[in-house]
């Protein structure tokens, strides 16, 4: 995800300030890592030198300066660019729990245990998941629905990988 880019699509609406498009991307995109203040500064930053972004106004009400940024011209047409790009697939498994299944069977103490311990694990979270759906606003519906689908597809490597452990282990022991 490009944080400049998710910026610039808040931006849109109206004119904001950091402050307010820290709590916009916190809340539009439940589930995500929440903004640092420094990183949406920074970003805001650097949207503004590359013409993407410029101040609309400086304000102070009783409190701090806050300078709210409007999406320039310029701005809208790289958003629009960035959202016709389409994600590329993941082209590595660059995933924890993989990297984990490998090095402990390498390390000899099998990963069975773990995997187990893994499924159970992956199984709570998505219980806790579709017990949030019920409640929830549709932003955070979307986003439970988006880890629950990569959960299970976990799962469904992980009992994959259970199957598949003997013959790892002769791969590796050869």
Do not use: C, N
Not at 17 to 40: C, F, I, M, N, T
Not at 54 to 61: D, L, N, S
Not at 165 to 172: R, V, W, Y
């Amino acid at each position: 995800m490009s944080t400049g880019h998710v910026l610039l699509g808040l931006l849109t609406e109206r004119p904001k300030h950091g402050y307010e498009l820290k709590r916009e991307h916190d809340h539009r995109l439940p589930g995500s890592r929440p903004l640092a203040y420094g990183q949406v500064y920074a970003t805001l930053q650097r949207l503004e030198r590359d013409g993407f972004a410029e101040v609309a106004e400086t304000v102070q009400e009783g409190g701090p300066e806050r300078t709210a940024y409007a999406i320039t011209d310029k701005g809208r047409a790289e958003l629009a660019s960035w959202l016709e790009q389409l994600e590329p697939p993941a082209p590595y498994v660059s995933s924890p729990l993989f990297a984990r299944v490998v090095v402990a069977t390498l390390a000899g103490g099998g990963a069975d245990g773990y995997l187990l311990r893994q499924r159970a694990a992956h199984l709570a979270r998505m219980r806790e998941l579709t017990g949030q759906k019920a409640d929830g606003t549709p932003a955070q519906v979307l986003a439970a629905d988006y880890a629950l689908q990569h959960l299970d597809a976990d799962l469904r490597w992980i009992e994959t990988a259970i199957a598949r452990l003997a013959d790892l282990k002769e791969e590796i022991d050869a």
